[in-house]
């Protein structure tokens, strides 16, 4: 496939700034990272229902819910994840770009790819945030059965089976799962974001 080369970015009248100015508040992407079933999505969904409550503008980008559309045409191979990510990470720096404070839920299981998509913001506008829990505990909640399914042979390149999963080495927030509550995570996140003045 052949790439466009006769395109210029076009810088909009109304700056990022701007809509900080006029929404009272800052921009980000919380990125959370973790294996399936470490209690990602449940966690982003719950900080974006408190951002909503308190006035912030807020998004949520699902895993699931991206693959049922932009990413539709993507698998699992190595390179398909790397270019799911990639795609993401677009879609996020746009919603930051609006203003907004976006959380992503992608186990994102590459180091190389949350770098990159790292590099695409300024500081501070990338907020790592590992969902740490033991393997163990994820396959014993296991809501969508699909570590049963793993081990079964039944889903290839399963990350944390038989594909790998890279921890973060310098996150800017570590959730711990399997010790703290959903609210519990929330309040810790919150913390920081308040601590950087994003909100």
Request: hydrophobic share 35%; aromatic share 10%.
């Amino acid at each position: 496939m052949s790439k466009a080369t006769n395109i210029t970015w076009h810088t909009s009248t109304v700056t990022k700034t701007d809509r900080h100015a006029q929404n009272g508040h800052g921009s980000s992407v919380l990125w959370f990272t973790g294996l399936s079933g470490s209690g990602k999505s449940t966690i982003a969904n719950a900080v974006s229902n408190e951002l909503f409550r308190q006035g912030i503008n807020e998004y949520v980008l699902d895993g699931d819910n991206i693959r049922h559309g932009l990413n539709r045409d993507l698998g699992f191979s190595d390179y398909d994840r790397t270019e799911n990510i990639r795609r993401i990470g677009e879609v996020a720096k746009l919603f930051v770009d609006s203003g907004s404070v976006v959380t992503t839920a992608f186990i994102s299981p590459f180091r190389s790819d949350r770098e990159q998509v790292r590099a695409l913001f300024e500081q501070d506008e990338f907020i790592e945030v590992y969902v740490q829990c033991p393997i163990e505990e994820c396959e014993r909640r296991d809501p969508k059965q699909l570590y049963v399914k793993a081990r079964r042979g039944e889903i290839k390149d399963f990350t944390g089976i038989d594909s790998p999963y890279e921890a973060p080495e310098r996150p800017e927030i570590t959730i711990r799962s399997d010790l703290l509550t959903v609210q519990e995570a929330v309040k810790q996140i919150f913390r920081y974001l308040q601590e950087k003045n994003i909100i």
